[in-house]
């Protein structure tokens, strides 16, 4: 239990909702109040509930006729923000339509000078403060002007690594990927807050009180309802593919009833060939080399994904198939749009201790990357609408009707804006090869041998650069 009571420390949602729809319309602004701060704004509403239908009116568990995807496939990378992968999409091949990065932007150092976005030229960078408490000082209130001083270290400057950005050159492919299919520039994390908390929204619709990366304290545990207990439920196939260290485990009661029901990575491409696709699929990568979480190179995340981006494209799947690639959160990355007010996802309060940031669930976190892949995707497309990764299970509701797990996934996007089923192109688009600098790559390991894993994971790569 919370040390903090929610009944004290944070209005009830509904009376926030009252007083923020109230004072909107009195056009009083309230500055001292996190919870009025944007509403006048920006207003949502919170007025659907868990167990809602997307359609009422016709059985859970019946397809929507209107949405030709039969297989829903997400992909899950780790720690980084818009700005720092996608920023500068608005100069290369979006001008004018995303909001990115601009070097004109800053944030303060220890000393008072001035850090603005730079080009990043290291693809192994230190890691940053995604904490609870330090994704929040980050925000500070909206300013978004603490991520150079939270990653400071007494003595250095290295906290300017956190306004560092990537462009076209690093991320060829991500690049390519962006400017052929739909992006989203308005796309938010869960919460302020760690990878655990997120991923969980994207399982679960909620992180059910937890602000931290905490294991469950007994084989009992996690007990929460899943996306995947709702597919099992109303007959729908799904398969969750990981490579080291599934976070699905997490969740053991329901992880051991369904152990054939997840599987290795490598067995993805096998399943594409022997057309053994699930109707819902879960690509994890590896926590280890894989994921894009600092200090991992950027570029072996980026080939691994391709990996499998390229191989949906090749199978006779494309042409019915959806595929999100989405980040769980921005990784302590300076990121400049400040995270919009969210629904709380339950009555569950943050699990916080004497030493939290007093705060709730009801914001989400900073923009993270977003690529919709489907031959459904509107080509070339930015969507400005307001997601998070239970805006992922709005859209595997929506298309199934499935019950909604938490009050914030019945009440997010279904992203329906990101499609166009008129006209598909069922055509698979001529992309880059995702490259391998060796020179980045070398100087990353300094001097250590690869391990398994990312041998593996670049087993038949074939565009090194030397």
């Known amino acids: 239990m919370s040390v903090f009571s929610r009944s004290w420390l944070i209005p009830s949602d509904r009376l926030r909702r009252g007083l923020c729809f109230l004072s909107a319309a009195l056009v009083v602004v309230i500055i001292g109040f996190g919870f009025c701060r944007m509403v006048s704004a920006q207003t949502i509403d ?29 992909i899950m990378q780790e720690n980084r923000s818009f700005d720092s992968y996608f920023g500068r999409l608005n100069v290369d091949g979006y001008e004018g339509v995303i909001d990115g990065v601009t070097e004109d932007m800053s944030n303060p150092d220890e000393d008072g000078s001035l850090v603005h976005p730079f080009h990043q030229t290291s693809y192994c960078t230190k ?38 950005y990537y462009q076209r050159e690093d991320l ?25 908390p997120n991923r969980f929204y994207l399982l679960t619709g909620t992180s059910f009180g937890h602000i931290q990366n905490d294991f469950p304290p007994s084989t009992r545990e996690f007990a929460q309802p899943t996306i995947f207990d709702q597919l099992n ?10 490579s080291d260290a599934p976070v699905l485990g997490l969740f053991l009661p329901m992880f051991l009833r369904n152990l054939h029901k997840v599987a290795h990575i490598s067995q993805f491409q096998k399943d594409l060939n022997r057309r ?72 569950l309060a943050p699990r916080l201790t004497p030493d939290s940031y007093p705060a709730d669930f009801d914001r989400y976190g900073f923009r993270v990357p977003f690529v919709l892949v489907s031959p459904y ?90």
Not at 335 to 344: G, N, S, T, Y
Request: aromatic content about 12%; overall charge negative.
């Open 172 to 196: 060829n492919y991500y690049y390519a990927l962006a400017n052929r299919f739909a992006v989203a520039d308005r796309y938010f994390s869960s919460l302020l807050g760690p990878t655990y």
């Open 377 to 466: 995707a509107k080509s070339h497309y930015v969507s400005h609408s307001v997601y998070d990764h239970t805006s992922i299970l709005k859209f595997i509701e929506t298309k199934f009707n499935l019950p909604a797990l938490t009050q914030r996934d019945a009440n997010a996007n279904d992203m329906l804006d990101m499609f166009n089923f008129s006209e598909p192109e069922f055509d698979a688009p001529r992309l880059p090869a995702a490259t391998i600098d060796w020179h980045k790559l070398s100087d990353c390991l300094r001097g250590r041998p690869l391990t398994e894993s990312e041998m593996a994971d670049l087993d038949d790569v074939e565009d090194i650069e030397s």
């Open 233 to 242: 439920t109303y007959g729908i196939s799904w398969k969750y593919y990981f």
């Open 127 to 164: 890691d940053t403060d995604h904490s609870w408490n330090g994704a929040h000082v980050e925000w500070n209130e909206g300013l978004n002007d603490q991520f150079v001083i939270r990653n400071h270290t007494p003595g250095t400057r290295d906290g300017v690594r956190a306004m560092g």
């Open 276 to 347: 053994r696709l699930p109707q819902v699929v879960f690509l994890e990568s590896s926590f280890l080399v894989g994921d894009e979480h600092p200090p991992s190179d950027i570029q072996l995340g980026q080939y691994g994904v391709a990996r499998r981006i390229n191989a949906l494209m090749r199978s006779s799947y494309w042409r019915r198939s959806a595929l999100f690639l989405a980040y769980d959160e921005n990784g302590g990355f300076f990121d400049h749009v400040p995270p919009p007010p969210a629904c709380l996802p339950d009555d």
């Open 46 to 74: 919170c007025s659907r509930d868990a167990g809602s239908l997307p359609n009422p009116s016709i059985p859970p568990g019946t397809p929507h006729t209107e949405i030709p995807i039969e297989h829903i496939i997400v």
